[in-house]
């Protein structure tokens, strides 16, 4: 549980689609998140899908989820400079009752106006 | 309703001094959990405190470090005889109800304590 996998950095230009990819490890995650980081701050819960769910719309975002590869894509449409941030996606500690989250290292999004 | 509250938001220490970072939980939250983040590097899970009791502390080192959440007041970490390995941003979270696995369990961040050891 403790290598969720996420590429480091992207760049998009502003209005274009961004999409984020990460891998996690444990197949029985009934939960997987996604936070956003913006500098000097907290993480922030962004979205979140629940694993009998292959996909989740909110708005500007979509949550794809493929349970067979452990694979969780966060895509962000028409991306805005105020989406420049650090994104985060978090897996619930393997075999754990107890609420602690397993997160990768972030991706830091760079959005070009 | 106010959210997570950390304090001090940067706290700078000598070799060997002592750190103690304060965290607030939002109202109606009686859970706390502290996690660890080391440059360019993600979170790390250290521990989960209810009110009075230590839940999971099983991502703390075992020597230097404490943390407690008492009845009345914020839950504090301290970091004894810090060194520059320690230098790091300390999140604190809160959730209202226990993180049970297959349960839905939104943690609420705070800004963090960005802690700089000299």
């Known amino acids: 549980g403790e290598d969720v996998e996420q590429s480091l950095f992207l760049s998009v230009r502003e209005g274009d689609s961004s999409v984020i990819n990460c891998t996690y490890t444990d197949s029985s995650s009934t939960y997987l998140y996604w936070y956003k980081q913006e500098p000097g701050a907290g993480l922030q819960l962004l979205t979140y899908?629940?694993?009998?769910?292959d996909m989740k719309q909110d708005q500007r975002l979509t949550v794809l989820l493929n349970k067979k590869d452990k694979h969780l894509s966060l895509r962000i449409a028409d991306t805005q400079t105020g989406d420049s941030a650090i994104y985060f996606c978090a897996e619930p500690h393997r075999g754990s009752t107890l609420g602690r989250l397993y997160f990768g290292r972030g991706t830091q999004l760079t959005v070009w106006p | 309703n106010a959210g997570v509250m950390q304090n001090p938001r940067h706290l700078v220490r000598r070799r060997g001094q002592e750190a103690r970072l304060r965290c607030s939980p939002m109202k109606g939250h009686s859970h706390v959990y502290w996690y660890r983040q080391l440059p360019e590097e993600g979170l790390k899970f250290m521990v989960y405190?209810?009110?009075?009791?230590?839940?999971?502390e099983s991502g703390m080192p075992k020597e230097r470090f404490s943390a407690e959440f008492p009845k009345e007041g914020p839950s504090i970490l301290r970091i004894q005889q810090v060194v520059r390995g320690d230098s790091a941003a300390y999140f604190c979270?809160?959730?209202?109800?226990?993180?049970?696995?297959?349960?839905?369990?939104?943690?609420?961040f705070g800004p963090g304590t960005r802690l700089t050891v000299l």
């Open positions: 405190l209810q009110k009075e009791n230590i839940i999971d």
């Open positions: 979270a809160s959730s209202p109800k226990p993180g049970l696995a297959g349960s839905y369990n939104e943690q609420f």
């Open positions: 899908i629940f694993s009998n769910m």
